[in-house]
């Protein structure tokens, strides 16, 4: 009787286990489908936008017309970016493909820059031209190869999903570099390292002057060169702590990334704070952000009262003539936008935030890092065009709130001056920047974008 | 023997729904709100900054937490910030969902622990991200060492280490 009991329950049990397995199995099959169609999907994506592109590069170079030149390098545009974006939908982790990235970005740059700069009527320069073939060129290898592994993938024998099984998801980003060591043990990594080897093999084009820089170039901060000491003092003023009143600071380490700084850590004595952090350069030792790490307790002050404590402590620090540009309420803090002003223009470039806590009104965070790099006096020369002559730029259907002088950045970080008007329509603010030499409008932007408040 | 049998399938059957449950919850199926005591869970006090942007708001504030929950907190806005250095650098996505979302980009999107509910601080790491503080010195990756093998590292600079992460550019 027992033994019975015993088996037909093992029996019962080995049924269940089955039918949980393959369901289990099934359902598996079934995920992994839809990912590899996904991936397909994706990469097929990336295979036509890339044709495209080297399609659209060669009417550019063809055509003698403007306008059809002007469509072709908006319409190659728009093919880069969503190659870009496929080809970041696709788990190529463990395969290496920074020059074929590289090439997307540079194309990207390239197109759209040219795609702009043909609407003020000139044509191509010989330069340019000479780029764009050489683009062109480049782009009709990508689209060649990739062509290619889209057609092999297309006789249905080779995997995304294996693919994505051999990259490594142990790490917390996506390695780079050395990727493939060893010979790639997949078809689709093989077909991507030839195209990534070819794509090496072009030289690389010199865009200097004709696409903005992938970043602002730098320059380092004047002055002598500070001790770690001297940093821990600057750090322990600038936060409003000293030793003698129990305040212990240590460099934590110096980093090497432009500008150079160090990393103060700052243990106050007991109090709300219990951390506070900044990075003072190396060079002139200016304190280029500072944080204070505390609870944050129920808001007493209100956020204008906090834009005059930020004032006032910028005042303190040798940060005159600021003005308050924009303001972002969150969690507790406000978070306010100081540009310098001088003689009444406004400087973007020069620009801090500073973080107040609403709990007790204490400067809780401070970012000055392009202020401490850019900042100096400028020799503004005076504007060619009158406010009023720019206004005639504006368009007529917004009505002007307020208005002056500002220098702003340019894509290619190139300082302008310009005429500020910020205007209404409707419901909605806008800042329209007007070119105070040329009266060509050289920006427009919606107040609130990136969610800071302009005040 | 037959009681033998039967209790090691009793055990057997045990053990094997114990460990289902285990995965489970560990994998992040079931228990998702219940398991928000851990973490003080973030007021949504958003002053409506527009639909996109609390929505890219929200996704770093996930992931920030994910990856960085009990770090200081300069390394919880470091996190933010490499996600948003990568806006900026040619060999990444140039969206906000891109970047989180790109395969096997971020180890918390891939295990799905992003869906667990955020912990407050990390809105605020968020949004100062946002407003301008790197604390990682430019960096476009990081990883902890403790958990991650390096075999990658060297071919990326080191910047700095915040808590258990190490950043590179």
């Given at each position: 009787m027992r033994q019975r009991w015993g088996w037909t329950a093992l029996a019962v049990v080995v049924v269940i286990a089955g039918f949980v397995g393959i369901r289990e199995y099934a359902l598996r099959k079934e995920v992994e489908l839809k990912t590899e169609n996904q991936y397909q999907r994706a990469f097929q994506e990336v295979v036509y936008h890339v044709d495209s592109l080297a399609e659209e590069l060669g009417k550019a170079a063809v055509s003698g017309s403007l306008l059809q030149t002007q469509k072709a390098f908006a319409d190659a545009w728009r093919h880069t970016e969503s190659a870009r974006s496929g080809l970041g939908q696709l788990p190529v982790g463990t395969i290496q493909l920074s020059s074929t990235e590289d090439f997307l970005s540079q194309v990207a740059s390239f197109t759209y820059t040219l795609s702009q700069t043909g609407s003020h009527g000139s044509s191509l320069s010989d330069r340019e031209w000479a780029l764009l073939r050489d683009l062109r060129d480049q782009a009709r290898f990508?689209?060649?190869?990739?062509?290619?592994?889209?057609?092999?993938?297309?006789?249905?024998?080779?995997?995304?999903?294996?693919?994505?099984?051999?990259?490594?998801?142990?790490?917390?980003?996506?390695?780079?570099?050395?990727?493939?060591?060893?010979?790639?043990?997949?078809?689709?990594?093989?077909?991507?390292?030839?195209?990534?080897?070819?794509?090496?093999?072009?030289?690389?084009?010199?865009?200097?002057?004709?696409?903005?820089?992938?970043?602002?170039?730098?320059?380092?901060?004047?002055?002598?060169?500070?001790?770690?000491?001297?940093?821990?003092?600057?750090?322990?003023?600038?936060?409003?702590?000293?030793?003698?009143?129990?305040?212990?600071?240590?460099?934590?380490?110096?980093?090497?990334?432009?500008?150079?700084?160090?990393?103060?850590?700052?243990?106050?004595?007991?109090?709300?704070?219990?951390?506070?952090?900044?990075?003072?350069?190396?060079?002139?030792?200016?304190?280029?952000?500072?944080?204070?790490?505390?609870?944050?307790?129920?808001?007493?002050?209100?956020?204008?009262?906090?834009?005059?404590?930020?004032?006032?402590?910028?005042?303190?620090?040798?940060?005159?003539?600021?003005?308050e540009i924009s303001r972002r309420d969150y969690q507790g803090v406000s978070a306010i936008g100081f540009a310098y002003e001088q003689n009444g223009v406004l400087i973007y470039p020069d620009y801090v935030v500073v973080r107040v806590a609403l709990d007790e009104g204490r400067v809780d965070g401070f970012e000055g890092t392009n202020y401490q790099i850019f900042h100096k006096i400028r020799a503004l020369k005076e504007p060619e065009l009158s406010e009023a002559e720019a206004r005639e730029g504006l368009n007529p259907r917004l009505t002007v709130v307020s208005s002056g002088l500002a220098v702003i950045l340019d894509d290619f970080y190139r300082e302008k001056q310009v005429y500020e008007f910020r205007c209404k329509l409707g419901k909605d603010i806008y800042v329209v920047y007007i070119n105070a030499e040329t009266g060509e409008e050289e920006e427009v932007k919606k107040a609130e974008t990136g969610g800071f408040e302009l005040i | 023997m037959s009681i033998r049998v039967s209790r090691l399938i009793f055990a057997f059957t045990v053990v094997v729904a114990v460990v289902t449950v285990l995965w489970h919850v560990q994998s992040g199926r079931v228990f998702n709100d219940r398991l928000s005591y851990l973490a003080d869970t973030a007021e949504f006090d958003l002053a409506d900054p527009g639909q996109s942007y609390s929505y890219n708001l929200e996704l770093m504030a996930r992931v920030i937490s994910a990856e960085a929950k009990g770090e200081p907190y300069i390394g919880q806005v470091a996190v933010g910030a490499v996600i948003l250095n990568r806006l900026n650098h040619p060999h990444f996505p140039k969206t906000i969902p891109g970047v989180i979302f790109e395969p096997d980009a971020f180890t918390a999107v891939t295990t799905g622990h992003v869906w667990f509910p955020p912990v407050s601080s990390s809105y605020r790491a968020a949004q100062d991200a946002l407003a301008g503080w790197d604390p990682s010195g430019g960096a476009v990756y990081y990883y902890n060492p403790a958990k991650a093998t390096n075999w990658w590292v060297a071919t990326r600079s080191y910047i700095i280490q915040i808590g258990r992460h190490i950043f590179l550019r």
């Open positions: 990508a689209a060649e190869e990739l062509t290619r592994l889209g057609g092999e993938m297309a006789s249905g024998k080779l995997r995304w999903i294996d693919v994505q099984r051999e990259s490594m998801t142990t790490s917390a980003m996506r390695p780079e570099g050395e990727r493939t060591q060893g010979a790639p043990s997949n078809q689709v990594t093989k077909g991507l390292k030839m195209l990534e080897d070819g794509m090496t093999r072009f030289p690389t084009p010199d865009f200097e002057g004709v696409i903005p820089p992938p970043r602002k170039k730098l320059p380092s901060i004047p002055g002598p060169e500070i001790g770690t000491d001297e940093a821990i003092k600057i750090a322990m003023e600038f936060a409003g702590y000293s030793i003698e009143k129990g305040a212990r600071g240590k460099v934590i380490t110096t980093i090497s990334s432009e500008p150079k700084s160090y990393r103060v850590e700052i243990t106050p004595p007991k109090g709300g704070v219990s951390k506070v952090w900044a990075d003072v350069s190396v060079r002139g030792g200016r304190v280029l952000w500072m944080f204070k790490e505390s609870a944050i307790g129920s808001q007493t002050i209100s956020p204008a009262t906090a834009v005059a404590i930020a004032k006032t402590f910028l005042t303190s620090q040798g940060f005159q003539n600021m003005r | -």
